[in-house]
């Protein structure tokens, strides 16, 4: 209801009787002008007081709509935590499975290395071992 629909429930100028056309006078009489300044006061009375409760209402929705998007904030942010730490961890892994496996196969290719000097070192020996009997024939022959 209206400030003004409430003051017009009550009597329509702040309680005060006014001269009708049922009072037998036969002319109507204007209202005091103290019953017009004490309507208006009180429609005044009125709206200040719909204003103190439209402004109570403000603040208690403004202050559950800010609690509410704290605690939403909150969660999504204690989410947030936990899927970037689940991340963390699992970007960890990887990187650790990586390390290991280049580790694996710096290993395997040092045996590789390794396995291919040997082999040419024993093809080294043999080259020489041969070339040294060739020679020794091309000595024996020219000898004798």
Do not use: C, F, W
């Given at each position: 209801m209206s400030a003004y629909e409430e003051l017009m429930a009550q009597g329509g100028d702040g309680g005060e009787p006014s001269a009708g056309p049922g009072t037998g006078s036969g002319a109507e009489a204007a209202p005091a002008p103290e019953s017009g300044a004490g309507g208006m006061a009180r429609l005044l009375e009125i709206a200040a007081r719909n204003a103190d409760e439209l402004l109570a209402e403000a603040r208690a929705e403004a202050e559950q709509l800010t609690s509410s998007a704290r605690a939403e904030a909150e969660q999504l942010t204690s989410t947030a935590r936990v899927e970037a730490e689940r991340l963390v961890n699992e970007a960890r892994g990887e990187a650790e499975r990586i390390r290991a496996e280049g580790e694996e196969a710096r290993t395997k290719?040092?045996?590789?290395?390794?396995?291919?000097?040997?082999?040419?070192?024993?093809?080294?020996?043999?080259?020489?071992?041969?070339l040294q009997e060739m020679l020794a024939k091309v000595e024996a022959n020219s000898i004798g």
């Amino acid at each position: 209801m209206s400030a003004y629909e409430e003051l017009m429930a009550q009597g329509g100028d702040g309680g005060e009787p006014s001269a009708g056309p049922g009072t037998g006078s036969g002319a109507e009489a204007a209202p005091a002008p103290e019953s017009g300044a004490g309507g208006m006061a009180r429609l005044l009375e009125i709206a200040a007081r719909n204003a103190d409760e439209l402004l109570a209402e403000a603040r208690a929705e403004a202050e559950q709509l800010t609690s509410s998007a704290r605690a939403e904030a909150e969660q999504l942010t204690s989410t947030a935590r936990v899927e970037a730490e689940r991340l963390v961890n699992e970007a960890r892994g990887e990187a650790e499975r990586i390390r290991a496996e280049g580790e694996e196969a710096r290993t395997k290719v040092n045996q590789d290395i390794a396995g291919l000097r040997e082999t040419e070192k024993q093809h080294r020996e043999r080259m020489q071992s041969h070339l040294q009997e060739m020679l020794a024939k091309v000595e024996a022959n020219s000898i004798g």
